[in-house]
């Protein structure tokens, strides 16, 4: 009988062993304009709960959930590759999410992922698509809105007072990304919106990281503002929801659907489609 791999914390030192499996998933890559996933798994691993399962001194799986104020937030689950089918992602998942009820994560095209998910507790919501295109395209800044550069720890605050997660680390981790550029919408009743835009890890392309509008707001003004700045005049990547109203908007100036994931959840007011372009791994 096999000794199931044993599941302990990880470590910085893990990162090099976690990245070669994230990169046999095609989930990690060659550092060409900036690195994006060494300082995001740095802060999963010092902020938030990060496990690997590890057999014969080898890491065979490697998973992470960030406690994102309403929900623990599945950030990862790999397995290596060629050890896929053989009982380590499950007692892993478990390991991760622990006894919460309240439990979020987006899953892959891949067809195993779902089910999995499936059977921790969580169901399918919405399609989450990934867009690109160009930046410059969409509408200028509407007259009524303003938005300026701001200090993190005034963002974390505003999301705060909207939805009751106090999440100011993980907001200054968002704005130590490269090249980030973080920013708040204002409009005549006050903040509209906070988000990040950063550069991008395989291409000279810039990344809108996150987005929250005002739960009571119209999000579409703020959604194109935020991806008209991040791109800076050319083209931009986005993580749109299915159900966003901004959808339209940008697909008719040009942007196209590069992949798509599908949101789970244990209660489906645990995501809100409308008010957030998530962090796919964050929340």
Do not use: C, K
């Amino acid at each position: 009988m096999s000794i199931a791999p044993a599941v302990r914390r990880a470590t910085v030192e893990d990162v090099p062993s976690i990245r070669e499996i994230l990169a046999a998933h095609d989930e990690d890559e060659p550092v060409s304009n900036a690195d994006i996933i060494g300082p995001y798994l740095r802060h999963l691993i010092a902020h938030h709960r990060a496990m690997v399962s590890v057999d014969d001194g080898a890491i065979v799986g490697y998973g992470a959930v960030v406690d994102a104020g309403t929900s623990t937030h599945l950030a990862d689950l790999f397995v290596r590759s060629d050890r896929l089918g053989q009982g380590i992602g499950r007692p892993l998942l478990g390991v991760l999410f622990g006894d919460s009820t309240h439990r979020t994560t987006f899953s892959s095209r891949d067809p195993r992922a779902l089910p999995v998910y499936v059977r921790a507790g969580m169901a399918p919501r919405w399609v989450s698509l990934y867009l690109e295109g160009d930046g410059s395209s969409l509408p200028a800044l509407d007259g009524r809105l303003t938005i300026t550069a701001t200090e993190p720890a005034r963002m974390a605050d505003v999301e705060r007072r909207w939805t009751g997660a106090d999440r100011h680390l993980d907001h200054a981790f968002w704005a130590s990304q490269a090249d980030a550029d973080a920013f708040l919408i204002a409009d005549h009743q006050g903040p509209l919106a906070v988000g990040y835009g950063r550069a991008s890890q395989g291409s000279s392309m810039r990344a809108l990281g996150r987005l929250s509008v005002r739960p009571d707001a119209d999000p579409v003004p703020a959604v194109i503002a935020a991806i008209r700045r991040t791109g800076r005049g050319g083209h931009v990547m986005a993580t749109v929801p299915g159900p966003n109203p901004a959808l339209p908007v940008l697909l008719e100036h040009g942007f196209r659907i590069l992949d798509q994931d599908q949101a789970m959840a244990s209660h489906p007011d645990l995501l809100d489609p409308i008010h957030l372009l998530p962090n796919p791994a964050m929340l």
